[in-house]
């Protein structure tokens, strides 16, 4: 399953290339991640829980940062064991470009899964890989830019516990 997308963030480019090195924004972003260490260069180990259909497992693996071109690009790969569920890995490659806005990042991912999961089928899986890509990049998106200026009022009122949008960009500046 491939598929490729792109999202305008409203921050310089050095910014979303520094917050994409980061180890505590990807823990963030990953939806079900409860854990996440490791660096850069060493790549990191992490654990998420995830259901997919009705096959909920937590998978522990590994993540690495590849192919990285200073400011411009990079590759995201990963592989997960799930116990008896199975396995999942895949990756994305991610483009940064300046525009006059803030940058545009690109995205191009692809996964695998074997296992149970992959016996749920292709719909089931391909829907599943593209909803966890839109929500990691929506995530990163958000830890990178903030909240508009209305939505910031209306988020204090409601999300006194939920991880604060923009809390990246406010990290930096």
């Not at 470009?97 to 999961?117: C, D, H, M, Q």
């Amino acid at each position: 399953m491939q598929l490729s997308d792109h999202r305008d963030i409203k921050a310089d480019p050095m910014t979303v290339w520094a917050a994409i090195l980061n180890p505590e924004v990807l823990k963030e972003c990953v939806p079900g991640c409860e854990s996440m260490s490791g660096s850069v260069a060493d790549g990191f180990e992490a654990v998420v829980v995830q259901k997919v259909g009705p096959v909920k497992a937590t998978f522990t693996g590994v993540v690495k940062l590849s192919d990285i071109i200073e400011g411009k690009s990079l590759r995201i790969s990963g592989e997960g064991k799930g116990g008896p569920a199975g396995f999942a890995k895949g990756g994305a490659d991610v483009t940064l470009e300046p525009t006059e806005t803030g940058t545009r990042l690109s995205y191009v991912v692809e996964a695998n899964v074997g296992g149970k999961i992959a016996q749920l089928g292709s719909r089931i899986i391909d829907g599943f890989a593209k909803k966890m890509a839109d929500d990691f990049f929506t995530r990163f998106q958000d830890a990178v830019e903030g909240p508009d200026e209305e939505e910031s009022v209306a988020d204090e009122a409601t999300e006194a516990d939920a991880p604060k949008k923009g809390w990246f960009k406010r990290l930096l500046g």
